[in-house]
């Protein structure tokens, strides 16, 4: 769960859509630190979870949460359209500060390729070989329960809001992903990457202390 910061890495700027289905541009968007996530709407363990674990961090921050803006993006672009990452944002009540952005399959590899996800649509069979190649890169993939783990750390009314909004919108084929967690700055800069089992408290700390080390 602690953070460790890459050597000197800069993120490329990039345009996706959000759940508003506007254009959105990784470099347009105003905001000291940016907290970066790989969800997918249809995710039936860590992703809710996911999710909540970056609104509680950010509203652990105070006065500058507002310095901290939120951005998920799908690893399932067949499924995740504009509306239906919209109204999985609003099942978890995710508003002020969040954006949840997809786009093509063609344009969103070479973000995931950017920030070093390892994304895979699996069965059973491939989930395993997805682990073992993700092991071979040095990436993390969260175990199958890690949901346990992750939810764990979360408050009774989160964890069962997470549980609800897994039961309404996961099934079908399961996408496998890593599931860090990236802070970058205003300059594209990757300041920090966290694992998938960080808890909220872990991963406000880790932003309290890069909006420390950035400019007012």
């Given amino acids: 769960g602690l953070a460790t910061v890459p050597n000197n890495k800069t993120i490329a700027d990039f345009s996706l859509v959000d759940q508003n289905g506007l254009p959105w541009r990784f470099y347009d968007q105003a905001s000291p630190l940016t907290l970066v996530s790989f969800l997918y709407t249809h995710c039936t363990d860590v992703c809710p979870f996911a999710a909540l674990t970056m609104k509680l961090a950010r509203d652990k921050l105070g006065d500058r949460a507002k310095d901290v803006r939120m951005v998920a993006i799908t690893t399932d672009p067949e499924r995740d359209t504009p509306a239906t990452v919209a109204a999985y944002s609003a099942a978890l009540h995710l508003q002020e500060g969040w954006t949840f952005l997809t786009g093509s399959q063609a344009q969103l590899e070479p973000v995931w390729r950017d920030f070093g996800v390892a994304v895979s649509k699996t069965d059973a069979h491939d989930a395993e070989e997805t682990a073992k190649h993700a092991g071979e890169l040095g990436l993390e993939l969260p175990a199958g329960h890690a949901m346990t783990g992750l939810a764990a750390s979360l408050p009774a009314s989160e964890k069962t809001l997470g549980e609800q909004v897994a039961g309404k919108f996961g099934g079908g084929y399961e996408v496998t992903h890593t599931v860090p967690y990236l802070i970058v700055d205003q300059q ?17 700390d880790a932003l309290s202390k890069a909006l420390e080390a950035s400019p007012q």
């Fill in 188 to 204: 594209g800069r990757l300041l920090a990457l966290l694992g998938p089992e960080t808890t909220p408290a872990e991963l406000s």
